[in-house]
């Protein structure tokens, strides 16, 4: 693609620049938009951290990181480009006296783009840094990552400090799950395809299953994720806002605020989970130790810096159901988990079965169709349908047989690399199109949503139910389905890459 002319230059200045977040995906990732010839021409990329370096010891240490972390070979002439972009500014987040230093780097009568990767604690120094120096104005674009809050209350503390200085209009919050190819064709599959937009209700669809299961442990972070929990973690934002998509009404355009106002409304439809409910709607759990892929990993409390005594969730599975028209008596299954046999992202929608069962003879029952909507690995849709099962036979019934229209992204668009989310988000942040970004609203409701369930875990103070690494959680998750005639889908069709 080439760069038309509604997209602006900008000074795309990283705060943090030299932390975990920017090493392994936002440097590589600004490195394949230049490759694409994405990046416009006269754009800068200002590096910012507290560390006093030159700016030739950055671009040596962004250097080390692409080979580390992005292309082991980088090709030269992307590099050559890149490098050109490159600025570094040391200041001390947390003094506003140092933010002038900025002014030798950013012109004022370009766009600027503010990126955040630092701690959300921060984000308020940052953002009165950056206004005692007067460097914002309404073209400034200010860029957030999560976590934005522990609870609703801390989240609108860091809300507030935020719009103190920016309008909303202004401010990218960032969930990188909306960055993710498939987590984008969620849209055009529902909205681009008539037999999906005309069945997609109670009326055909018996329930929908999202499951985000990860093979990985913490990772060295334990102190944060002890903190946090599976909940905060994963279901607070990546499996409300992959939610929100599959249940939300066509929006009127694909405007940001189109989309954003429809998902907001799924949101504020959620049945509230509480003490009442809370027993027979989730199934929380912690890995122990066991055998991931072959190999002998550690329990949770066992780990690197572990508290013994936490009882903090590496896993949730949740009943949640959406309180309107559309959605009435549909449950929808999240489960997400460390430590589960593999790392595999999708969403399934079962479908009702037929009121009357014309094949008894070859099925007893006849099972629904499945669409399932694989977000990762191996991308792609796949539905499976019953099918006669070629040839004759001599006794009048016909055999059928449950087959799978498979689309795989891979094999269907051979020629096309899937970008990494953050590449497509950073790309949208510099065209200034908030669509897959996360509203304010959005936060606070989905995190009014997760409180109420983790105040009632609080006041329960039970802990979570151990299950062995290398599994797919505690037993009860199966039972969570099994008392409405339900099971899991489990993922065969992982290819290895
Ligand atoms: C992050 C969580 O937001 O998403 C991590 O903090 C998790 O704990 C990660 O591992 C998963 O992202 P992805 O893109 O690898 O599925």
């Given at each position: 693609?080439?760069?038309?002319?509604?997209y602006?230059p900008?000074?795309?200045?990283l705060?943090?620049?030299?932390?975990d977040?920017?090493?392994?995906?936002?440097?590589?990732?600004?490195?394949?938009?230049?490759?694409a010839?994405?990046?416009?021409?006269?754009?800068?990329?200002?590096?910012v951290a507290?560390h006093?370096?030159?700016l030739e010891?950055?671009?040596e240490?962004v250097?080390t990181n692409?080979?580390?972390f992005?292309?082991?070979?980088?090709?030269?002439?992307?590099?050559?480009?890149?490098?050109a972009?490159l600025h570094?500014?040391?200041v001390?987040?947390?003094?506003?006296?140092?933010y002038?230093?900025l002014?030798?780097h950013?012109d004022?009568?370009r766009t600027?783009?503010?990126?955040?990767a630092?701690?959300?604690?921060?984000?308020g120094?940052?953002?009165?840094?950056?206004?005692?120096?007067?460097?914002?104005?309404?073209?400034?674009?200010?860029?957030?990552?999560?976590?934005?809050?522990?609870?609703?209350?801390?989240s609108?503390?860091?809300n507030e400090?935020?719009?103190?200085?920016?309008?909303?209009?202004?401010?990218?919050?960032i969930?990188?799950?909306?960055?993710?190819?498939?987590?984008?064709?969620?849209?055009?599959?529902?909205?681009?395809?008539?037999?999906?937009?005309?069945?997609?209700?109670?009326?055909?669809i018996?329930?929908?299953?999202?499951?985000?299961?990860?093979s990985?442990?913490?990772?060295?972070?334990?102190?944060?994720?002890d903190?946090?929990?599976?909940m905060?973690?994963?279901?607070q934002?990546h499996?409300?806002?992959?939610?929100?998509l599959?249940?939300?009404e066509p929006?009127?355009t694909?405007?940001?605020?189109s989309i954003?106002?429809?998902k907001l409304k799924?949101?504020?439809?959620l049945?509230?989970?509480?003490?009442?409910?809370?027993?027979?709607?989730?199934?929380?759990g912690?890995?122990?130790?066991g055998?991931?892929?072959?190999?002998?990993?550690?329990?949770?409390?066992e780990?690197?810096?572990?508290?013994?005594?936490?009882?903090?969730?590496?896993?949730?599975?949740?009943?949640a159901?959406?309180?309107n028209?559309?959605?009435?008596?549909?449950?929808?299954?999240?489960?997400?988990?460390?430590?589960?046999p593999?790392?595999?992202?999708e969403?399934?929608?079962?479908f009702k079965?037929?009121?009357?069962?014309l094949?008894?003879?070859?099925?007893?029952?006849l099972p629904?169709?499945k669409?399932v909507?694989r977000?990762?690995?191996?991308?792609?849709?796949?539905?499976?349908?019953?099918?006669?099962?070629?040839g004759?036979?001599?006794?009048?019934?016909m055999?059928?047989?449950?087959?799978?229209?498979?689309?795989s992204?891979?094999e269907?668009?051979a020629?096309?690399?899937?970008?990494?989310?953050?590449?497509?988000?950073?790309l949208?942040?510099?065209l200034?199109?908030?669509?897959?970004f996360?509203?304010?609203?959005?936060?606070?409701?989905?995190?009014?949503w997760?409180?109420s369930i983790?105040?009632?875990?609080k006041?329960?103070?039970e802990?979570?139910?151990p299950?062995?690494?290398g599994?797919?959680?505690?037993?009860?998750?199966?039972g969570?389905?099994a008392?409405?005639?339900?099971s899991?889908?489990e993922?065969?069709?992982?290819?290895?890459?």
């Amino acid at each position: 693609m080439v760069m038309d002319n509604s997209y602006e230059p900008c000074d795309f200045v990283l705060f943090g620049t030299l932390g975990d977040l920017s090493r392994r995906k936002l440097l590589p990732s600004l490195y394949q938009l230049e490759k694409a010839n994405l990046m416009h021409p006269e754009t800068t990329i200002v590096g910012v951290a507290r560390h006093d370096m030159s700016l030739e010891d950055y671009i040596e240490e962004v250097h080390t990181n692409l080979v580390k972390f992005g292309e082991k070979e980088l090709c030269e002439a992307t590099w050559e480009r890149m490098r050109a972009r490159l600025h570094y500014a040391c200041v001390d987040m947390k003094n506003v006296d140092s933010y002038c230093v900025l002014d030798d780097h950013v012109d004022p009568s370009r766009t600027m783009v503010c990126y955040l990767a630092t701690p959300p604690a921060i984000y308020g120094d940052i953002c009165r840094g950056l206004h005692s120096c007067k460097i914002i104005d309404s073209s400034v674009r200010v860029v957030l990552e999560k976590p934005i809050g522990h609870d609703l209350e801390s989240s609108k503390v860091i809300n507030e400090q935020v719009a103190e200085y920016f309008d909303e209009k202004q401010i990218y919050r960032i969930d990188h799950y909306l960055g993710k190819e498939t987590v984008l064709n969620l849209v055009s599959l529902r909205f681009a395809n008539s037999i999906f937009a005309t069945n997609w209700d109670h009326n055909c669809i018996d329930h929908v299953q999202i499951s985000v299961a990860e093979s990985v442990g913490i990772e060295g972070r334990w102190g944060y994720f002890d903190d946090a929990g599976q909940m905060r973690d994963m279901v607070q934002n990546h499996l409300l806002q992959i939610l929100s998509l599959v249940a939300m009404e066509p929006p009127t355009t694909l405007d940001a605020d189109s989309i954003r106002d429809e998902k907001l409304k799924v949101l504020k439809a959620l049945r509230p989970i509480n003490a009442t409910n809370i027993s027979e709607s989730i199934v929380r759990g912690q890995y122990t130790s066991g055998f991931v892929k072959g190999e002998e990993v550690p329990g949770y409390l066992e780990e690197d810096d572990a508290n013994t005594q936490s009882k903090t969730e590496t896993f949730v599975a949740i009943k949640a159901e959406i309180d309107n028209w559309r959605w009435a008596g549909v449950p929808f299954y999240l489960r997400t988990g460390k430590r589960m046999p593999n790392k595999v992202s999708e969403v399934v929608i079962y479908f009702k079965r037929q009121p009357h069962n014309l094949f008894g003879d070859s099925f007893k029952n006849l099972p629904p169709n499945k669409l399932v909507i694989r977000l990762q690995p191996d991308e792609g849709v796949e539905i499976t349908v019953m099918n006669k099962v070629p040839g004759l036979t001599n006794s009048g019934s016909m055999d059928l047989q449950k087959s799978k229209l498979n689309l795989s992204f891979s094999e269907a668009f051979a020629d096309e690399r899937i970008p990494d989310a953050y590449e497509k988000l950073l790309l949208e942040v510099m065209l200034g199109n908030q669509a897959l970004f996360v509203r304010r609203d959005e936060i606070e409701q989905a995190w009014t949503w997760v409180d109420s369930i983790l105040d009632a875990w609080k006041s329960s103070n039970e802990p979570p139910e151990p299950y062995q690494a290398g599994t797919w959680g505690p037993v009860d998750s199966i039972g969570l389905l099994a008392r409405e005639n339900r099971s899991w889908y489990e993922s065969k069709t992982v290819k290895k890459k």
